[in-house]
């Protein structure tokens, strides 16, 4: 038999321990007073996903609060996640892995998982959008010649994406959080500029094609490394641009042109203007606890 780690038991009890007030806390935060509730949800939080799993069991018992509770654990571990993607975006230690540009959204996907059976397997939507951008890649790889050149992989997964596979940018519904979520996305082939880049940068990485974020104002492209002067419009089926017609969009907006503008931004942006776009959404339809739980992010 396998021997138990040191301090386990030390370890059983600590957790009982915060197991057992897990129920009172729940009770509190439904209290009338306000200043006891808020400080009950402020020590729940405080105890983290170990509490999660007792959560999860009082919440099937039908106690109150429980729910809210799963969803609040949730996004504060997805919180703390998402500030040490950032660091390691900005600022990598020595040795260690730069992030790739659909980490940050897929941290998203998360961020926004809600209801019980949803959450009973925290992770599982964006694990989900991980295969199905794996299988993309795979349909993608099947299509290509065995060499190819950068171009050649963009306009063929533009063929994939917005002809094969009916994927569209979402010119009716352009402002539904939806669209800046990789879940809603894929499952309903819509989505903005930025979101929709992503997907398309994603899938094409994982064949040894890296796409730069292009982030004009006002419109989202990609750059293809090692290509100057060629741009993809991912919203507009994946269109190639050069440097005229990019100026062209920008000045479209009433905005002065820069050649600073079509510099690649790092992923760390990407992932910001993302959560900005949410706010925007959530703003347009007054709804307050959202914006301050996306301003958490920023």
């Known amino acids: 038999a396998v021997a138990p780690p040191p301090g386990w038991r030390a370890d059983f009890a600590r957790r009982h321990v915060q197991d057992a007030r897990v129920v009172g806390l729940l009770r509190s935060i439904k209290?009338?007073?306000?200043?006891?509730?808020?400080?009950?949800?402020?020590?729940?939080?405080?105890?983290?996903?170990?509490?999660?799993?007792?959560?999860?069991?009082?919440?099937?018992?039908?106690?109150?609060?429980?729910?809210?509770?799963?969803?609040?654990?949730?996004?504060?571990?997805?919180?703390?996640?998402?500030?040490?993607?950032?660091?390691?975006?900005?600022?990598?230690?020595?040795?260690?892995?730069?992030?790739?540009?659909?980490?940050?959204?897929?941290?998203?996907?998360?961020?926004?998982?809600?209801?019980?059976?949803?959450?009973?397997t925290p992770g599982a939507a964006a694990a989900e959008v991980s295969a199905e951008l794996d299988a993309m890649a795979a349909r993608l790889d099947a299509r290509l010649p065995p060499t190819r050149a950068p171009v050649e992989v963009v306009k063929e997964l533009a063929e994939m994406m917005f002809k094969s596979e009916g994927f569209k940018g979402n010119e009716e519904d352009y402002y539904a959080a939806s669209n800046s979520l990789l879940d809603h996305v894929l499952r309903a082939r819509t989505g903005i500029p930025i979101s929709l880049s992503v997907v398309f940068a994603a899938v094409c990485r994982r064949v040894g094609v890296v796409l730069d974020a292009i982030g004009l104002p006002g419109h989202f492209l990609l750059g293809i490394k090692g290509s100057a002067g060629i741009f993809v419009d991912v919203f507009h089926h994946g269109t190639l641009l050069d440097l005229a017609q990019c100026q062209a969009i920008t000045r479209s907006y009433g905005i002065p042109w820069s050649d600073e503008m079509v510099t690649p931004v790092p992923v760390s942006e990407v992932w910001a203007r993302q959560v900005r776009n949410l706010l925007n959404c959530f703003q347009k339809k007054g709804d307050l606890a959202q914006s301050i739980r996306l301003q958490a992010l920023l």
């Open 31 to 120: 209290q009338s007073d306000a200043r006891a509730s808020e400080v009950a949800w402020s020590l729940l939080l405080d105890l983290g996903m170990e509490v999660f799993d007792e959560v999860l069991r009082l919440a099937d018992a039908g106690e109150e609060e429980a729910e809210n509770a799963l969803l609040g654990l949730n996004q504060a571990a997805v919180r703390a996640e998402w500030h040490e993607l950032v660091r390691r975006a900005d600022a990598p230690a020595a040795g260690e892995a730069a992030p790739h540009v659909e980490d940050g959204a897929l941290l998203l996907v998360r961020f926004y998982e809600e209801g019980v059976e949803t959450l009973r």
